[in-house]
């Protein structure tokens, strides 16, 4: 059964950078959707990027746009976020997801929260501190 484990995480200051992985084990990656989201306690799950199964549509919400990057390995059976010019507000938990539906294949993705994936990691935390 397919799993994903969720790192990278940690406490860096404003302006820095993190790269979280998400890496696959008990089954395949590489037809899946994959879906960043995050989470604040107390306050809604946040989808902010996709890659899509082909690796052909990346998808990022205004809030990460042009800060950061999401990629996958299909070798390694790994997806990453690279988060770069990190603010406050980028303060939360993140987690990937993965579908073998198409769900990245345009902005309907922020739409769909995480239980519309097959399979979501346990979760990295970031934070974001002076």
């Known amino acids: 059964q397919l799993q994903l484990a969720d790192s990278g995480g940690g406490l860096v200051r404003p302006g820095m950078s993190l790269r979280l992985s998400c890496a696959a084990s008990?089954?395949?990656?590489?037809?899946?959707?994959i879906g960043w989201f995050r989470q604040v306690s107390g306050k809604e799950r946040e989808p902010i990027s996709c890659?899509?199964?082909?690796?052909?549509?990346?998808l990022y919400a205004d809030s990460v746009k042009d800060r950061f990057t999401i990629s996958r390995d299909y070798a390694k059976e790994t997806a990453y976020l690279q988060m770069n010019s990190l603010k406050p507000d980028d303060t939360a938990v993140y987690f990937c997801t993965a579908s073998i539906l198409p769900l990245c294949l345009n902005r309907d993705f922020f739409k769909y929260g995480p239980d519309a994936y097959d399979v979501r990691g346990q979760g990295t935390q970031v934070i974001v501190s002076s």
């Open positions: 008990g089954g395949t990656l590489n037809y899946h959707a």
């Open positions: 890659i899509s199964g082909s690796g052909g549509t990346t």
